[in-house]
């Protein structure tokens, strides 16, 4: 499958780790937007939110707890954004469901 997310999970397209485990990679954005800009995603293909099913879905849950863990790490003490675009309306620009995690400065009110 030509999935660029996809192929840094396999090592051919390199990446900045942040964590990994069986499930899924967190790692950061080529182009940040913030000081923190990183994307977590589920090793498994799913396209995007709207191919999450009753049957997949429980790796969002384990993406958002290990999320929590990283903004820690990363000192994201004083918060956060936890962005996941959709389709074509949403901008989505990668068709492999991940969330940014974006902070390190105070983030603008406005949602588009
Ligand atoms: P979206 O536009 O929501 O689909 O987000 C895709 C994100 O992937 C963008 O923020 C890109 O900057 C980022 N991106 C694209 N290619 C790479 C790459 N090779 N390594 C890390 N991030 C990437």
């Known amino acids: 499958m030509d999935c660029l997310f ?25 182009a940040p937007q913030a000081p923190a800009h990183i994307l977590v995603i589920p090793k498994e293909h799913i396209g995007g939110v709207d191919e999450l099913t009753e049957e997949n879905s429980f790796v969002v849950a384990h993406i958002f707890a290990k999320i929590a863990e990283i903004a820690r790490k990363e000192g994201l003490a004083d918060g956060y954004r936890v ?30």
């Open 83 to 112: 962005v996941s675009n959709v389709g074509e309306h949403g901008c989505q620009s990668v068709r492999h469901l991940h969330f940014h995690i974006l902070g390190g400065k105070q983030l603008n009110g406005s949602m588009v």
């Open 6 to 30: 996809c192929k840094i999970i396999a090592g051919e397209i390199p990446s900045t780790k942040v964590y990994e485990d069986d499930e899924i990679l967190a790692f950061r954005d080529i």
